[in-house]
């Protein structure tokens, strides 16, 4: 086989496969928007987060506006600290509440901002103040069955 | 009689293990000299470029059919499976992930040590046995230089890319059966699989997995070829060592890099 058949083939090869890592990163990893879309911060504290992760999205009126950048426990309050990392372009009033939720019975934790009516908006590292934390299914029923048992008694 | 037998048993042990530990000494000095002798083989070019059409471009077929099959198969079994508890809108995430994380490396990397690596051991153990390489000592060229390290290198240069075109024809396949067959919605197929799937963790990892894979298959394959016995039974015992001693690599190192990579991620 001679060079330029060579030469060729092994650039064919090497095109395809270089086009195949960035089909991964691109189209599969979703490189471009993860990662190296400019935002800003937001926090807000939690009395329970239940089962948010990282990279948790977060949603207003069902649209993913941002993602959960960082999760940690306040040593002071024994409050959980979410960091958001909301996208360029979204803003948010200052009375926003901030509330974790589940898509369905089973399926995936994410953050749900409701703005308000007020003027001013919140503006990098600014702390949500109105949390509404995640609904414990085991409190719930627990709760539900006390209730029920109190009711029965006073029967 | 009883104590004879006993010495028998741990002399056979203590044999096999000073075998193997002087066969990884040996491959490990191997590996360096190979290294010290690639130079010579990126300043030729075009010997490297040879092997990477030998070791890639010939893979090509096996690699694309095997990648479409088995994401088509993955997509009609995760579709039985998901379908019970009305996840089908997952099947993007379950395929993208098992593809990019494990398949892709691994069974890329069984097919290219049958299909390459057994491939450059029996060239490299019959140039040995018809005395090639010491016609090449004779004429002072090295044949570490000329030989070896150009497979070596055209093997970790086509691996990672087999492995990678191996993913990606596993998802299309999936997107074919998935979407195409089946009926999922094609954005929910898309956008679950874009929202789950991370590049550093997932995709980054995979490819350094696929890069570490590709470095020991190629380096099982020239050792066995150049340590090979000088005779067709010997060619044909270094090309079946290189193909089991690289699967059975494969799958070690394999679980060794998963736990090392992916182990807590879903508790994060």
Redesign the interface.
């Given at each position: 086989m001679n060079r330029s058949t060579l030469d060729l083939w092994v650039g064919i090869f090497v095109t395809i496969g270089i086009a195949a890592v960035l089909f991964l990163s691109l189209r599969v990893g979703n490189l471009l928007t993860t990662s190296n879309a400019p935002g800003y911060r937001l926090e807000a504290a939690f009395d329970n987060i239940g089962g948010l992760k990282l990279r948790a999205p977060v949603k207003a009126a069902g649209v993913v506006v941002g993602r959960v950048e960082r999760i940690q426990l306040d040593p002071k309050t024994y409050q959980a600290l979410v960091t958001m990392k909301i996208d360029k372009g979204y803003e948010f009033t200052r009375d926003t509440i901030a509330s974790i939720l589940t898509s369905g019975l089973l399926g995936e934790v994410y953050i749900g901002l409701d703005s308000g009516g007020d003027t001013q908006m919140l503006a990098d590292g600014a702390r949500i103040t109105k949390t509404q934390s995640a609904v414990v299914l085991e409190k719930l029923i627990g709760q539900f069955l006390f209730d029920k048992a109190a009711t029965g008694n006073s029967k | 009689m009883r104590l004879d037998t006993v010495a028998w048993g741990l002399r056979r042990i203590g044999r096999g293990t000073l075998n193997s530990v002087t066969r990884l000494g040996f491959a490990s000095r191997f590996f360096v000299s190979v290294l010290v002798h690639s130079p010579p083989a990126f300043r030729r070019i075009?010997l490297t470029?040879?092997e990477?059409?030998f070791s890639?471009?010939l893979s090509?077929v096996i690699v694309v059919v095997s990648g479409l099959f088995v994401g088509m198969v993955l997509a009609l079994q995760g579709y039985e499976v998901l379908n019970r508890y009305g996840a089908d809108e997952s099947l993007g995430i379950m395929v993208?992930l098992s593809l990019?994380r494990e398949l892709g490396p691994v069974v890329s990397g069984l097919l290219f040590a049958s299909r390459a690596g057994s491939a450059m051991t029996a060239e490299i153990g019959l140039m040995k046995t018809t005395e090639q390489l010491s016609a090449m000592e004779m004429m002072a060229v090295d044949p570490l230089a000329r030989v070896v390290a150009p497979r070596f290198w055209g093997g970790i240069?086509?691996m990672?890319?087999?492995s990678?075109?191996f993913?990606?024809?596993g998802?299309f396949g999936a997107y074919l059966v998935g979407v195409k067959l089946i009926g999922i919605d094609a954005g929910a197929f898309?956008g679950n699989?874009?929202?789950a799937?991370?590049?550093?963790v997932?995709?980054v990892n995979?490819?350094i997995k696929s890069a570490v894979f590709a470095l020991a298959i190629s380096l099982i394959a020239v050792f066995e070829g150049y340590n090979a016995q000088p005779t067709a039974e010997g060619v044909s015992t270094a090309t079946t060592r290189t193909v089991v001693a690289s699967s059975l690599t494969i799958l070690a190192l394999d679980f060794v890099l998963t736990v090392f990579m992916f182990r807590g991620i879903g508790s994060?």
């Amino acid at each position: 086989m001679n060079r330029s058949t060579l030469d060729l083939w092994v650039g064919i090869f090497v095109t395809i496969g270089i086009a195949a890592v960035l089909f991964l990163s691109l189209r599969v990893g979703n490189l471009l928007t993860t990662s190296n879309a400019p935002g800003y911060r937001l926090e807000a504290a939690f009395d329970n987060i239940g089962g948010l992760k990282l990279r948790a999205p977060v949603k207003a009126a069902g649209v993913v506006v941002g993602r959960v950048e960082r999760i940690q426990l306040d040593p002071k309050t024994y409050q959980a600290l979410v960091t958001m990392k909301i996208d360029k372009g979204y803003e948010f009033t200052r009375d926003t509440i901030a509330s974790i939720l589940t898509s369905g019975l089973l399926g995936e934790v994410y953050i749900g901002l409701d703005s308000g009516g007020d003027t001013q908006m919140l503006a990098d590292g600014a702390r949500i103040t109105k949390t509404q934390s995640a609904v414990v299914l085991e409190k719930l029923i627990g709760q539900f069955l006390f209730d029920k048992a109190a009711t029965g008694n006073s029967k | 009689m009883r104590l004879d037998t006993v010495a028998w048993g741990l002399r056979r042990i203590g044999r096999g293990t000073l075998n193997s530990v002087t066969r990884l000494g040996f491959a490990s000095r191997f590996f360096v000299s190979v290294l010290v002798h690639s130079p010579p083989a990126f300043r030729r070019i075009n010997l490297t470029l040879r092997e990477v059409y030998f070791s890639g471009v010939l893979s090509l077929v096996i690699v694309v059919v095997s990648g479409l099959f088995v994401g088509m198969v993955l997509a009609l079994q995760g579709y039985e499976v998901l379908n019970r508890y009305g996840a089908d809108e997952s099947l993007g995430i379950m395929v993208a992930l098992s593809l990019v994380r494990e398949l892709g490396p691994v069974v890329s990397g069984l097919l290219f040590a049958s299909r390459a690596g057994s491939a450059m051991t029996a060239e490299i153990g019959l140039m040995k046995t018809t005395e090639q390489l010491s016609a090449m000592e004779m004429m002072a060229v090295d044949p570490l230089a000329r030989v070896v390290a150009p497979r070596f290198w055209g093997g970790i240069i086509s691996m990672p890319l087999l492995s990678a075109l191996f993913a990606t024809l596993g998802v299309f396949g999936a997107y074919l059966v998935g979407v195409k067959l089946i009926g999922i919605d094609a954005g929910a197929f898309w956008g679950n699989m874009q929202a789950a799937v991370d590049f550093r963790v997932d995709v980054v990892n995979g490819f350094i997995k696929s890069a570490v894979f590709a470095l020991a298959i190629s380096l099982i394959a020239v050792f066995e070829g150049y340590n090979a016995q000088p005779t067709a039974e010997g060619v044909s015992t270094a090309t079946t060592r290189t193909v089991v001693a690289s699967s059975l690599t494969i799958l070690a190192l394999d679980f060794v890099l998963t736990v090392f990579m992916f182990r807590g991620i879903g508790s994060r």
